[in-house]
């Protein structure tokens, strides 16, 4: 097998995320980064796909030069090489990062049986990537996948919905984005990252600089609601109010 898996260079999910002053850009001054978690999962399935059938495996990014350290960080764990589309940093949208990766994927002097993408961005939460892929190179693709096993030259895809799973049958080459908790993925070890610095980088700067036919307006932070602290009372006094409270949230 031959596996693809495209990450994005985000910052740390989890910490405080606060805008640019024009509110086109997520300000990165006193953030780290890594790839989005749904992302690490594709690399890790990749990584066991190969170890299981044979074949070799690619990690690609479209981003700043900073975002080699992510590429060899993929490495470290198990792909075997990388391709970065150096940008200037600038946000692309959907549709532009897509052909960039389209073009790149038509460069390659050998296809590929699978191209594997996180279900969104960790930062943008976009999804549309993946099918904008798919539907470039005339495969067929499936979102939101939690389990993946190679049949032959097919692929079983489960998709969790509420009264359970669906599957799917993929004849390949087709384009895959999975779901955080397919598996576990493993951590770098020092030979890793020591073999990761000798293995190669196919660096190229993408045509179209981000150009397409959409227009961003502005990024916007969701509110979140501020933590509260009520006095009940003092000393025994407060009992009742407690009680009460209890009774609200429905402990007692």
Known sequence: ?????????????????????????????HLGFTVSPHEECGVEEAIRLVEQHGGSTTVLTLGPPEAEEQLRDMMAIGIDRAIHLITDGSEWDPQATAKAIVDAIEAEPEPYDLIMFGNESADAGNCQVAIRVSQALGRPVINGVKAIVVDGDRLRCEQEVPAGRDVYLLAMPAVVGVKEGINLPRYPSVP?????????????????GGESGLEMVKLIVPETAGKQAEVLGRGAEAAPAVVEILQEIGVM
Do not use: F, H, Y
């Open 1 to 29: 097998m031959n596996v693809l898996v495209c990450v994005k260079r985000v910052p740390l999910t989890g910490g405080k995320i606060t805008l640019t002053e024009d509110q086109r850009a997520i300000s990165t001054r």
């Open 192 to 208: 890793g990252r020591m073999r990761a610095k000798r293995k190669p980088v196919a660096a190229s700067e993408p045509q179209g």
